[in-house]
């Protein structure tokens, strides 16, 4: 079901499986799953807002870009962001540092300053 798989060409995405022990989710993720039937296949997706702190927490490159599109697209919600940021626990002190950073940066990017 991952990039390049006959589920992608069928359905026009791909799934980018993670773990349920991920560190770094706010508060009541789990009540927030968003549920596809595939046929025989059930699939929990994160809410987006949700998968943003998690995105925010690793850092990589492609999520700072998955997230940006994401906001300018107006699919996620920076007052949503700030508010689960709040709710979520980090790994430690640095990583908490590096997230705030991280959506200050962006913030300031996309002029959302206003927003929050």
């Known amino acids: 079901m991952g990039q390049g798989s006959p589920f992608e060409d069928e359905y026009g995405y791909y799934v ?28 929990l ?7 943003a702190i998690s995105k925010y927490a ?18 996620l919600s920076m007052p949503t962001i700030d508010y689960r940021l709040r709710e979520t626990a980090f790994l430690d002190e640095m990583e908490e540092k590096s997230v705030k950073q991280r959506i200050f ?7 959302l300053d206003q927003e929050t």
């Not at 997706?45 to 998968?51: G, K, Q, S, T």
């Not at 690793?58 to 699919?75: H, M, P, S, T």
């Open 105 to 111: 940066e962006d913030k300031k990017l996309l002029n």
């Open 45 to 51: 997706f994160l809410e987006l807002n949700d998968a």
């Open 58 to 75: 690793r850092g990589e490159i492609r999520d700072r870009v998955w997230i940006q599109e994401g906001l300018k697209a107006k699919l």
């Open 16 to 43: 980018d499986a993670a773990s349920p022990d991920l560190p770094t989710l706010p508060d009541g993720w789990e009540d927030r799953f968003v549920i596809h039937d595939f046929g025989d296949v059930r699939a």
